[in-house]
């Protein structure tokens, strides 16, 4: 059974920097998508960025430039480096990873119902 678990959230001033970490027991990174998605109050959940198989990142308009995606194979680890953070990226920040069978290319990674395992979350707030 797959489980992913987050950490590295918490509370920093704009233009602050942070690093989210997503752990996945029962699955092998770069076998498939794998993607961060946020979710503000009152806001639909959104795709923030994701790696594809062979390393293809995407990124939002609004993070890029300032946020980076990377995969640590060696440590199974899905990063998130967050610099100059907005009040506008407070969010929940969700990791993501798609079904390892299911691969079908990097122009679906951007899409939200193809991921089948999700973190439970990790709160990123700043302020202004």
């Known amino acids: 059974q797959v489980q992913l678990v987050e950490s590295g959230g918490g509370s920093v001033q704009s233009g602050g920097s942070l690093r989210l970490s997503c752990t996945a027991s029962?699955?092998?990174?770069?076998?498939?998508?794998m993607a961060w998605f946020r979710q503000a109050p009152g806001k639909e959940r959104e795709v923030v960025a994701t790696v594809d198989r062979d390393g293809a990142t995407t990124y939002a308009e609004s993070v890029k430039g300032r946020f980076a995606i990377s995969l640590d194979k060696g440590k199974n680890l899905l990063l998130l480096q967050m610099n100059s953070l907005k009040p506008e990226d407070t969010a929940m920040y969700y990791c993501a990873a798609q079904w390892m069978g299911h691969y079908e290319g990097g122009q679906y990674c951007i899409i939200e119902d193809e991921y089948h395992y999700w973190g439970q979350g990790t709160q990123v707030t700043v302020s202004s």
């Open positions: 029962g699955y092998r990174y770069g076998s498939a998508c």
